[in-house]
């Protein structure tokens, strides 16, 4: 009979849920262990790491919730990272497409192309690559247009808990996506999102 390697499945979990972390009732529900036994493995996997100085990253408790996260020794490497063009940067068609489906998700293509007044399929393909944008669902009516919506990696890429911390629009742009201030609307965006940074 072959031995369950608890410490590599719990390893897997918390990989797997990312930031989010795990409590110890989710780790004792998934495992389906008592919580003195899931504690004991939580504690058994935390020490691996802490004996273990080769690796990059290690075992945290926060807020009750147990997750893995990287080592402040490795922080300008991680740095560059997330700083790199290739990761971090978007275009500005795609960071227009993505300020107004922010804004006005649930939307479906062709209704951000008239807001733009140009056609979006490649930067929505863009941001759907990124993780930023998703499809959340079809509209109403002829044809049932795929809607778009943002997603948990958008609020993430740009510093956010959730949508009510975007920042606010002029009432002028709520009311009327008129060409000029739509080209506003994305100066804003854009200006904000620099200052976060």
Not at 4 to 16: D, M, P, R, Y
Not at 75 to 95: G, H, I, N, R
Not at 161 to 187: C, H, M, V
Request: hydrophobic share 35%.
């Amino acid at each position: 009979m072959v031995s369950i390697n608890w410490k590599g499945i719990l390893e897997s979990l918390l990989f797997a849920a990312g930031d989010e972390g795990l409590s110890l009732k989710q780790v004792c529900s998934v495992l389906e262990l008592s919580e003195k036994e899931a504690g004991g493995l939580l504690q058994e996997l935390k020490k691996d790491y802490d004996d273990c100085h080769d690796r990059g990253i290690y075992m945290t408790e926060l807020a009750g919730t147990f997750q893995l996260v990287t080592k402040k020794c490795n922080a300008d490497y991680l740095k560059k990272l997330v700083e790199s063009p290739s990761v971090s940067s978007l275009s500005q068609a795609a960071l227009e497409t993505l300020a107004i489906i922010a804004y006005k998700q649930p939307i479906t293509r062709v209704e951000i192309e008239q807001i733009r007044g140009v056609k979006t399929e490649r930067p929505i393909q863009t941001l759907t690559s990124k993780g930023l944008v998703k499809e959340i669902g079809r509209a109403e009516g002829t044809g049932r247009a795929y809607l778009f919506g943002t997603t948990v990696e958008f609020l993430d890429y740009f510093g956010l808990s959730n949508l009510e911390e975007l920042p606010p629009l002029p009432e002028s742009i709520q009311e009327d996506f008129a060409q000029d201030e739509a080209d506003l609307f994305f100066e804003k965006f854009q200006e904000t999102m620099d200052t976060d940074e």
